[in-house]
């Protein structure tokens, strides 16, 4: 079947940097895509989302971009702090709102 | 900020009991999930709910799984008949509306079942 998949299981970012956490889905008749932070021991936290017929979103410090073309969605975060170390998910809508498939995550560790 | 609840964080079990996840969702959200992530996996779909029935389910929310929303504030997960394979951490979620309203999740419950 089609799902969601995470380039980087870790990565690793200096203080005040930019970070850039990818993740490639496969199914094209997804229309809404959201990027959601796991801290330990939390449910996942919504960051930001993005719809279909967009190709950039931009919130607080982080912003998403979704290229539909190559079926990428990638999330930026400006001048990263310490509490943004935490796990990052992508998830897409499958079909039935509510119905999210999300990706494996991706370590963001933010170092001093 | 409004948040979801669930109750207990931490359930520990024998293999083959019935256990009863609690979730209390955002008071005025009107859709209801069920979420569940094995140790080193991804997040994955269980259960939506809306009008007091469910909407969707996925092929892991077999016979054994069942939901309730007993009143007007609680929203419940049972498994009847645990197995050692139901151990995860589960997630309640609620949204208020389709279409344009983001899901907002639950701590969790971490379920062991030995």
């Known amino acids: 079947g089609e799902s969601v998949g995470l380039h980087l299981p870790t990565l690793s970012v200096q203080e005040g940097d930019n970070s850039i956490i990818n993740c490639a889905y496969s199914n094209s008749a997804s229309d809404y895509f959201i990027w959601y932070k796991q801290e330990s021991g939390k449910g996942p936290q919504f960051i930001i989302d993005?719809?279909?017929?967009?190709d950039k979103r931009q919130g607080q410090r982080v912003t998403v971009l979704l290229n539909k073309t190559v079926k990428h969605l990638s999330l930026q975060i400006a001048a990263t702090q310490p509490g943004d170390s935490a796990v990052y998910f992508c998830a897409e809508n499958m079909v039935s709102w509510g119905k999210l498939q999300f990706g494996a995550g991706t370590q963001v560790v933010v170092t001093p | 900020e409004p948040e979801v609840t669930q109750t207990p964080s931490h359930q520990v079990t024998q293999m083959g009991q019935e256990v009863i996840l609690r979730c209390v969702p955002i008071s005025n959200h009107l859709y209801f999930y069920w979420y569940r992530q094995i140790l080193g996996q991804k997040v994955e779909f269980l259960v939506s709910f809306y009008n007091n029935e469910i909407s969707e389910k996925s092929e892991i929310f077999d016979d054994q799984f069942s939901v309730e929303r007993p009143d007007g504030s609680n929203f419940t997960l049972k498994i009847r008949s645990t197995k050692l394979e139901d151990s995860a951490m589960y997630f309640c979620?609620?949204?208020?509306?389709?279409?344009?309203?983001?899901?907002?999740f639950g701590s969790g419950t971490q379920l062991s079942v030995l």
């Open positions: 993005i719809r279909s017929n967009m």
């Open positions: 979620a609620s949204s208020s509306g389709t279409g344009n309203e983001k899901l907002f």
